[in-house]
């Protein structure tokens, strides 16, 4: 790891599918002098993600990638992160699972941000699930990306307690709340072992 920071920051790509909070966490984040990670490129599987206005803001390149075929869609993913040299990868509510040869050819660090207190609520329809089953907490997870969905080791969660009047989209607002400050903290626990 220490060999692929040197002293400059990491070139990192955030794969996103809708609207970006999270991606705009990140580059405000990577904006701070202390960040180890600078975001090079949006990737995207879908034109109508919402956060593309946002990479767009930010003057930060981004790539629409047709996954009509999935193999081929990942080849040229891998391709695009080989030519810009980019080394890091945090997927923030990128709604496709990469697949094992792709996690096996690339050669970086992929993390993502799943919205439950994993392992509870892989998946989607996380809070809509928590609060049925009556749970007195929720949350956030950052972990490393495996060929499993939601599965790889994960390095930092934060609870959100449940409020008895809470349905799912007030839930998702409190959790996305926590996400934006876990995700910067995971990748300076990694990078830096904060
Ligand atoms: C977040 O809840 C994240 O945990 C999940 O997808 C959502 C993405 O939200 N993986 P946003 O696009 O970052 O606003």
Redesign the pocket.
Known sequence: MEKLIGNKRLKTAVF??????????LIKFSNTKKSPIKIDCVITDTSK???LKISKKYNIKSKIINYKKRNLAEKKILYFLNKNQIYFIC?????RVLTRNFINNYKGIIL????SLLPKYKGLN?HKRAIENNEKFSG?TVHFVNSKIDSGKIILQKKVKIAKKDNPETL?KK??KQ?HILYPKAINKILFNL
């Not at 993502?112 to 919205?115: A, F, K, L, V």
């Open positions: 996103i599918s809708g609207k970006g909070t999270n991606l705009l966490s993600a919402q956060g997927l923030a509510g990128f709604m993502n941000i799943h919205p996380t956030c998702s959790v996305l996400e």
